[in-house]
């Protein structure tokens, strides 16, 4: 019998990870590369928005990310044609729209509020693949997951009741997410058949199309800056090209549930540049969701297999 991996992932919704044992280092270099990176990039988000409109934001970041990716060899191995649709729909799903969703929602709610919403993803991701792969998280995964999202109730909850977001900017982050949901599912098994390099070379440039209409219609209305050049080449360079690059190579390694716990680092730096940076206030409270949040990201990283060979000898010892 031929694995998810081995069928076309045309075929297939979503598969499992290449391995099911306890983060190793690799893993965690990843991890922390792209939440930091994707932390990041909403105070990123923030300068640009000094100068440019958001559709403009997006498609230059599009633009970098996809020139940057260019320019590594391994981008342009060959991808069999039938493979294509579900690449293009990633461009969609994972870049195109996401994207654009965040430099909306940032004209109407802080960097960090959208950095803390993020956090939120891998409650969609884990809901997505419930679905596709039609059997529930692990007891650690579900654990993981419970304290993430306790984690991120707790850093929103002081915003929401002092009433500072827009519930049309919250709405629109949540969209966001629910794209995130499914394609860091539907990455799985191109990443495993093909790495992540080649995907996402390919969806990088399939999503700068489809932006590049509305990229163009919002040059009018926006005006240059360095600063927001700058800010810009680095959401594309590194949020558009490096962590996507980072992210589609762990959920090959360990999962789609397992390698959304990168996003649970995403709040953590977004809170620490909005404090630290642009100066937004953070209540005590945010700051015990962001211990929450690592503590989730941590215990759903953790093998399913030896806690369930755990629980297994203690039902033995229990016995006899």
């Not at 800010?231 to 090209?241: E, I, K, P, R, T």
């Not at 992210?247 to 789609?256: C, E, P």
Request: net charge positive; hydrophobic share 55%.
């Amino acid at each position: 019998m031929t694995s998810p991996a081995q069928r076309s992932p045309s075929l297939v919704a979503t598969a499992e990870g290449s391995h099911s044992d306890s983060f190793h280092a690799l893993d965690w270099m990843l991890l922390a590369l792209a939440g930091g990176v994707w932390g990041s990039s909403f105070y990123f988000i923030a300068v640009a928005l000094g100068s440019f409109q958001p559709m403009l934001i997006t498609w230059l970041r599009m633009v970098f990310g996809f020139a940057t990716l260019t320019c590594i060899p391994g981008a342009r191995r060959h991808i069999e044609r039938q493979d294509w649709p579900r690449v293009a729909l990633i461009g969609l799903v994972w870049m195109a729209f996401p994207l654009s969703m965040f430099p909306l929602a940032e004209q109407r709610v802080s960097s960090s509020v959208a950095g803390m919403l993020n956090g939120a993803t891998p409650i969609f991701v884990a809901v997505v693949a419930t679905v596709l792969l039609r059997r529930l998280p692990g007891v650690r995964q579900r654990l993981g997951l419970l304290l993430g999202t306790i984690g991120i109730a707790l850093i929103g909850w002081p915003s929401l009741r002092d009433g500072s977001n827009s519930a049309v900017g919250v709405a629109m982050i949540l969209i966001a997410l629910c794209s995130y949901g499914l394609a860091i599912n539907l990455v799985v098994p191109l990443q495993q058949k093909y790495g992540a390099l080649p995907v996402l070379w390919r969806a990088a440039g399939v999503a700068a199309a489809l932006l590049t209409p509305f990229g163009v219609a919002a040059v009018p209305a926006s005006s240059f800056s360095w600063h927001a050049l700058a800010a810009n080449a680095a959401l594309g360079v590194l949020g558009s090209a490096v962590a996507f690059v980072a992210a589609g190579t762990l959920v090959g390694r360990v999962g789609s549930t397992r390698g959304s716990t990168t996003i649970y680092i995403v709040p953590v730096v977004a809170l620490f540049l909005g404090a630290a940076v642009r100066e937004e206030t953070v209540a005590p409270m945010s700051v015990f969701g962001c211990a929450a949040v690592l503590l989730g990201a941590f215990v759903a990283s953790r093998s399913e297999r030896s806690g369930a060979r755990a629980d297994h000898a203690n039902e033995q010892w229990q016995h006899n």
